[in-house]
């Protein structure tokens, strides 16, 4: 569908608005900066930055790219014949090697990064959705394949696979706090992927296929 002029001014406004916050955020700090000052420099108003984001925080962690929904959603779309664990590798290796910003692999994330680790509330967040992830991919294997509401096994493939994203994402981030570059960390993460595929083991790889 062909995007309309309405839809696209609203979406370089948002865009705008989010990359002046993060320059401003990586510049004095999250803590140091107020979302009146954000507006201020986006030239719009602080009501269009709520119209946009409806927390400061969303300004660096979108819900759209940071979503709770992340993992159920990857394995919802998995294609037949595809595992959970197999459709979360695919889309992670996906990303890896399209650099996409979504696993942090873009010029300058290094800054952004430090930045968040400094601030207690982002922090908070990102734990806080790692663990939503999780629970959200579990009540999604325990409606699809688990034999009851009391089968663990569902949380357990859900557990594992959200530890691999964190592993994932983690080697992401020690690697880019290092001053590594992209290309050198996409390419660690990639064997990563590999080992990490590897020690899995059938149970968990081949839960969840989706039929043909």
Known sequence: MTEGLRERKKRLTRQRISEVAVGLFVERGFDNVTIAEVADAAEVSVNTV????????DLVL????????RLADIVAGRAPGESAAGAVLAR???EVRE???????????GRVLEMMRAAPTLT???EDLGRRMTDELAALLAEECGDGPQDPLPRVIAWHIGSLHALVMGEIGRRTAAGERPDEIAAAVLDLL????SVLGEKVLGYGVRGE
């Open 50 to 57: 709520y119209n946009y984001f409806q927390s400061k925080e």
């Open 62 to 69: 979108p819900p759209e790219e940071a979503s709770p929904r």
């Open 92 to 94: 992670l290796r996906q």
């Open 99 to 109: 650099r996409e910003r979504r696993v942090g692999l873009t010029p300058g994330f």
């Open 124 to 126: 908070a967040r990102l």
């Open 194 to 197: 590999d080992a990490a595929e």
